[in-house]
């Protein structure tokens, strides 16, 4: 059965997007990464948050990058969580709930991964305990503000057990399963 994997590049001081949504900080950061070159391939499906799905690109103005999955790395179904449908496209599903999302995504992805992206669905998988594993990359700059990681105000705290770290030039990997 997938697993769903809360996947994110993040600042030092926590931040996913800067103020209103930038993504334009992260693009000098996207640079090789062995382990997400051997994650994608392992990759079922997306689900993705409404804000993110309609949000920034950090490969914005980058031909056949932009407005693609892990520019362009990955293709396949992505669910994606609102109350605002848009358009019909191929490989692209709605759902108004998170119950029905993770269904879709599950059963999409197979025996892979479900790729979580967008800082709200991914509390609402934590909080409904949904949420099997967290990736973050983190960057090597400071922010200041903007969409922190994980937003839960008054929370309690999320156990973690580590399953992966390392370092390319670029930003430090850290990978854990949720406890």
Excluded at 59 to 85: C, M, N
Excluded at 168 to 179: D, E, I, K, S
Aim: hydrophobic share 45%.
């Amino acid at each position: 059965m997938a697993k769903l994997l809360y996947s994110a590049t993040m600042s030092l001081d926590g931040f996913i997007a800067g103020p209103g949504g930038d993504m334009s900080w992260l693009t000098e950061h996207l640079g090789p990464n062995p382990l997400v070159d051997e994650l994608v391939p392992r990759i079922g499906a997306l689900l993705v948050g409404s804000r993110t799905f309609r949000g920034d690109d950090p490969y914005k103005g980058v031909p056949d990058k932009e407005g693609k999955a892990f520019g362009g790395g990955w293709s396949g179904p992505q669910i994606v969580l609102t109350h605002r449908p848009g358009a019909p496209a191929a490989d692209l599903t709605y759902a108004g709930d998170l119950e029905t999302a993770v269904a879709l995504a599950k059963a999409a992805a197979g025996e892979k991964y479900v790729n979580v992206l967008g800082a709200d669905v991914a509390r609402q998988c934590l909080e409904a305990g949904l949420l099997d594993e967290v990736l973050v990359i983190v960057a090597p700059v400071m922010l200041g503000d903007g969409t922190r990681l994980l937003d839960r105000p008054g929370g309690t705290d999320v156990k973690l057990e580590r399953l992966a770290h390392g370092a390319v030039p670029h930003a430090t990997n850290l990978w854990f399963r949720v406890l």
